[in-house]
């Protein structure tokens, strides 16, 4: 099967100074959707104190993504370096017209390469290509880093709210891209 350009493996070279960090994008593979679930768990539980109920909303996101996935219009990308997994993102159908934006991560050690925007890239390009009008994506307003990331693609907040689902305290927010 052909896949759309936005989804082939690609590498991102040059992203550090010294030219020594290689990223790949590329499409799942057996046990990369363990590897998401996992990560996602563990890494926001040391940074953020998040607790076993987030890890619960990431397996529920990729067990939907299985259960109806359209390869036509969803995909997800696992960014590596050296042959490991530095970072994840999933693009999935809300609407025939919205896509939305999943379960972005990347790893500390690949954080300033440039992994968060290559992965956030591809799935505008892929979302185009799938021929959704617009994008949505949920996420919370302490995670500073990656809204920035989205305000700089575009994404403009819509609405926010109180959200205690894995940690006290948290605000939920909803963005949007038009396409």
Known sequence: MNEPASIRSRSLAGLRADGVAVITLRTTRPGDLGWIIQRHGELYAAEQGWDHRFEGVVAGVVADYVKTHDPAREACWIAEHDGAPVGSIMLARETDTVGRLRLLLVEPSARG???????????????????????????????????????????????????????????????????
């Open 113 to 179: 390469l440039g992994v968060g925007e290559a992965l956030i890239a591809a799935c505008i390009a892929r979302a185009r290509e799938a021929g959704y009008a617009e994008m949505v994506l949920w996420t919370q307003s302490i995670l500073l880093p990656a809204r920035r990331l989205y305000a700089r693609f575009g994404f403009v907040l819509e609405d926010s709210w109180d959200y205690d689902g894995f940690a006290d305290g948290l605000v939920s927010e909803s963005w949007r891209l038009k396409l």
